[in-house]
C-alpha cells in the first residue's frame, strides 16, 4: 500500500506559477508510472502529465510548454511545475501511481483555482 499527500494548490490569478507536490509513504523507485490528473465540475477527470518506464513522458495538449511533471525518488516525491496558469485550469489535482496492473494510488488531491 503507498498513501500519497498531495499539496501547493492556492487560489493564483491567470499567468501566475504553482508547483504542486505530491509526497508517497514510500520509495517511487520500484513504481511503473506516476501522473497527475485533474478534475472540474464540468469535466471528467483528465489526465495531465505522466511519467511511465518505458514510455515517453505525456502531456495533455492543453498544458504542453506550461507543465513540467518530475520526481525526486530521494523524497519519494512527485512534482507538477505549473506555469501561465489558465482559467481552464482551475480543479482539484489529484497524484497517481501505479505499483503494477492491479495496484493503484490515488491522493485525496489538492485544489488549484486560478482567477481571470
Known amino acids: 500500500q503507498v498513501q500519497l499527500v498531495e499539496s501547493g494548490g492556492g487560489l493564483v490569478q491567470a499567468g501566475e506559477s504553482l508547483k504542486l507536490s505530491c509526497v508517497a509513504s514510500?520509495?517511487?523507485?520500484?513504481?511503473?508510472?506516476f501522473a497527475w490528473y485533474r478534475q472540474s465540475p464540468e469535466k471528467e477527470r483528465e489526465l495531465v502529465a505522466q511519467?511511465?518506464?518505458?514510455?515517453?513522458?505525456f502531456y495533455a495538449d492543453s498544458v504542453k510548454g506550461r507543465f513540467t511533471i518530475s520526481g525526486d525518488s530521494a523524497k519519494n516525491t512527485v512534482y507538477l511545475q505549473m506555469n501561465d496558469l489558465k482559467p481552464d485550469d482551475t480543479g482539484v489535482y489529484f497524484c497517481?501511481?501505479?505499483?503494477?496492473?492491479?495496484?493503484?494510488?490515488w491522493g485525496q488531491g489538492t485544489q488549484v483555482t486560478v482567477s481571470s
Open positions: 497517481h501511481v501505479v505499483e503494477s496492473r492491479i495496484k493503484k494510488y
Open positions: 511519467i511511465a518506464r518505458g514510455a515517453d513522458t
Open positions: 514510500r520509495s517511487l523507485f520500484s513504481m511503473l508510472a
